[in-house]
């Protein structure tokens, strides 16, 4: 069974940067998603196992970005200049299939989620 772990979610003011890390095993792919406060879970970003491949939501391409250290076996999401209608819960997901997979139900593995909130 793997368990993945989200930290560094938290309170932000609109403009500002957060990290998310999630450790997660090391031949996996790795997306985060977010599920807004009354709305369905959609994609963020996604990485490749190999971290060769990067996948991205229209909504966060060029503020958001995905890494991976596999040393660590930790993935993180780094967001800048961040957004109210940025605020979820953001989530962790491994993929067997090592892909920078964009839709869920290619997701294995889930994790717990963390809360980000961003004030205007």
């Known amino acids: 069974q793997v368990q993945l772990v989200e930290s560094g979610g938290g309170l932000m003011q609109a403009g500002g940067s957060l990290r998310l890390s999630c450790a997660a095993p090391?031949?996996?792919?790795t997306g985060w998603f977010r599920q807004p406060p009354g709305k369905e879970r959609e994609f963020v970003a996604a990485?490749?196992?190999?971290?060769?491949?990067?996948s991205y939501a229209d909504s966060v391409k060029g503020r958001f970005t995905i890494s991976k250290d596999n040393a660590k076996n930790t993935v993180y999401l780094q967001m800048n200049s961040l957004k109210p209608e940025d605020t979820a819960v953001y989530y962790c997901?491994?993929?067997?299939?090592?892909?920078?997979?964009?839709?869920?139900?290619?997701?294995?593995?889930w994790g717990q989620g963390t809360q980000v909130t961003v004030s205007s």
């Open positions: 997901a491994a993929s067997s299939g090592g892909g920078a997979y964009i839709r869920g139900y290619e997701y294995d593995y």
């Open positions: 090391g031949r996996y792919g």
């Open positions: 990485i490749s196992w190999t971290g060769a491949t990067t």
